[in-house]
């Protein structure tokens, strides 16, 4: 039922991007960044306590950009929306905006529209205003998932889909990662995953999903799809050297497909994935596909330990994945509606011990699924936000992480007067 539900939504999104969506223009602007802020280390990890949190707030038709203090203290309960038209927004936001994976350590926000359009939109923090906008696009709907910047004048861009008629523009053979420069910005290089992907069938089209900067390397979540998604290889992890723009290594994550998301632990060690596992034709995941694999990042990569979704004990692994401290995992599980393929069931958010290897369960959805979306951790404040699309009309929990585990401290509301549902996190 997950593969079923999830490409309903996709479907609505499709519909919908580009449409003239009303939306209450009630934009609350920037904010003060005063002295706080800057992170230790090129990964965006260690150092002082985040800035802050980006809520994004989506119906899948339009998109609403929210702000929060660590201390979940709403900043700007509309920092950007489907709605705004500040000079330099030439392309409104779509209802599919997702935020980078990765810390974002600058004085602007970059939003990732996935969309036909595929549009990055830089906005500054402190005024709210667009910095500027750049397509990806290439003359498809290209989907990037994800934004790595490496200096103000290169930043990567993984593009998930692929151009099945490519050659009629620059830089549009897609299933790729695009290297930009931002402070112009244009694109200037494509890197083609395929090498990675030698040893598989050529049915089987590269995917590339999330991406996360370690040193001088770019570590790429890279899933391998027939054309139609039914089908499936294990998903890999591929090592992209930043000096040279070229494939160097990379690792297979056995028995594990359709893997979505990626988070870097505190001391910048260790990659934990979240992996759906695979949907097949049959429109219900295979959660013997489905968990989290942990990864040893040094020299090489190798694999610490897999937590199949079975032995965390509920649904799929869905895409939000975090590390709230060195030894704890936050992972949400997806539900799914009552029908043919078996009863109702909850989304859930859960804990994950990384000593005793024991879990528990946190939080669970209210009256339907997909609707527990992304985690977000700053383990240097020691506290986590999460998103909840169903309860009280969408909320964000925020948990604080102690010697014991993790708790839920509260629930915001974000923006009561749009009163979009929160999905998306991001730090800053």
């Known amino acids: 039922m997950m593969r079923r539900s999830v490409l309903a939504l996709l479907a609505g999104v499709a519909a919908v991007s580009g449409c003239d969506v009303p939306v209450r223009h ?16 090129e990964d965006g990890e260690g150092g002082s306590c985040a800035r802050g949190f980006v809520v994004v707030g989506s119906d899948y038709q339009s998109t609403n950009v929210s702000l929060l203090e660590p201390s979940g203290a709403v900043l700007s309960p509309s920092f950007i929306s489907s709605a705004s038209s500040p000079a330099g927004l030439s392309a409104a936001l779509s ?7 990765a810390p974002q350590r600058g004085d602007d926000v970059v939003l990732i529209d996935r969309s036909a359009g595929a549009v990055l939109t830089w906005v500054e923090l402190r005024s709210g205003s667009v910095a500027a906008q750049l397509s ?94 039914c089908e499936t290889v294990p998903a890999r992890l591929v090592v992209v050297d930043t000096a040279t723009d070229e494939v160097v290594d990379w690792l297979e994550l ?21 992996c759906a596992g695979e949907w097949g034709c049959e429109n219900r995941s295979d959660v013997a596909s489905s ?58 958010l859960i804990e994950l011990d990384l000593e005793t290897n024991e879990s528990r369960v946190l939080l669970r959805s209210q009256e339907e699924p997909f609707t527990i979306g992304a985690v977000s951790c700053d383990p240097v404040c020691g506290v986590c936000f999460v998103t909840d699309a169903s309860r009280s009309g969408g909320v964000v929990h925020r948990m604080t992480v102690g010697e014991k585990g993790v708790d839920v401290s509260g629930t915001i509301r974000v923006n009561d007067q749009i009163g979009l549902p929160p999905r998306g996190l991001g730090r800053f």
């Open 254 to 274: 056995d028995g594990f497909h359709a893997c979505w998301s990626l988070a870097l632990s505190p001391a910048g060690d260790e990659l934990a994935v979240a």
């Open 136 to 229: 990806v696009a290439t003359g498809f709907a290209s989907d990037p998932h994800d934004y790595v910047e490496l200096s103000p004048t290169k930043a990567y861009v993984p593009r998930f889909k692929p151009n099945l008629d490519p050659g009629q523009e620059a830089f549009d053979a897609g299933s790729d990662v695009l290297v930009i420069d931002p402070s112009v910005p244009r694109i200037t290089k494509r890197i083609d995953l395929g090498s990675a992907l030698a040893d598989v069938p050529a049915r089987f089209l590269p995917h590339p999903e999330r991406a996360l900067r370690i040193g001088r390397h770019v570590i790429v979540l890279l899933g391998a799809y027939r054309a139609d998604l």
């Open 26 to 41: 009630l934009d609350t602007g920037g904010i003060e960044l005063g002295g706080a802020g800057g992170r230790g280390g």
């Open 95 to 101: 209802g599919d905006v997702v935020l980078p994976s």
């Open 291 to 348: 968990g989290v694999v942990r990864v040893h990042v040094g020299d090489e990569l190798s694999v610490v330990r897999s937590h199949r979704a079975t032995e965390l004990g509920e649904g799929p692994v869905a895409a939000g994945i975090a590390y709230a401290s060195a030894r704890r995992l936050l992972v949400t599980t997806a539900g799914q509606f009552a029908g043919i393929d078996g009863p109702a069931a909850d989304d859930t």
